[in-house]
């Protein structure tokens, strides 16, 4: 599926989460992984196929609207799939004074070499803090101490100062309900729905 430049494909996205990295932080969800890991927390996230078009102004603009926002986490689905688009977004909300983080069922290494998705080094560059590896169900945690949900994953802090903020943990579950009377459960507990 080709997405129109400076767009992305989403699933989702929340305001105010505690549970998806340190503080009170924006989430988008992007939609498409080719991982398919068994106990996927978020198998509806796998497909490819379009679900919301957004521009990467529109998600910068909801992004920055919330002044409760410190930062955004890229989720998925793969948020590397779509590199070049959210590095737009993560450049932009850190000239704001946000910080950013991104989940990967890519290792580092995956996306430092030659054959990673394209733009992963421009994504990664922007990153203050990088949970990266595939969920592998038989090297699940649940601890509410762990800030990853298998023990293979790890956690990067590429920015200094982020150091003392690993402190969410993948052991806990929020439900965001819209004025819709829509709802979305997330956290590891659970699976990422919109109904």
């Known amino acids: 599926m080709s997405i129109p430049p400076n767009h992305l494909n989403i699933m989702g996205y929340v305001n105010r989460s505690q549970v998806n990295g340190p503080g009170s932080r924006a989430v988008l969800w992007v939609q498409g992984c080719l991982r ?4 996927c927390f978020n198998q509806a996230s ?30 998925g689905g793969e948020p590397f799939w779509q590199a070049p688009a959210l590095a ?11 910080n950013v983080m991104s989940f990967s069922g890519f ?13 992963a080094q421009d994504l990664l560059d922007q990153l203050d803090i990088l949970v990266d590896g595939p969920y592998v169900e ?30 969410w943990a993948s052991d806990q579950m929020e439900v965001h309900i819209f004025k819709d ?9 659970g699976q990422l729905e919109n109904h």
């Open 88 to 98: 737009m977004v993560a450049r932009r909300v850190k000239a704001a004074g946000l």
């Open 46 to 75: 796998w497909s490819f196929e379009p679900n919301q078009i957004v521009s990467v102004d529109d998600v910068v603009e909801r992004i920055l609207a919330d002044p409760e926002n410190e930062g955004v986490t890229f989720s």
């Open 181 to 189: 009377g829509s709802r979305l459960v997330t956290g590891y507990q």
């Open 36 to 39: 398919e890991c068994p106990g």
């Open 138 to 167: 038989s090297l699940a945690i649940h601890d509410p101490t762990s800030p990853v949900s298998s023990r293979n994953q790890q956690v990067r802090v590429f920015n200094p100062a982020m150091g003392d903020r690993i402190n």
């Open 107 to 119: 290792t580092l290494g995956e996306l430092q070499a030659p054959a990673a998705p394209p733009g």
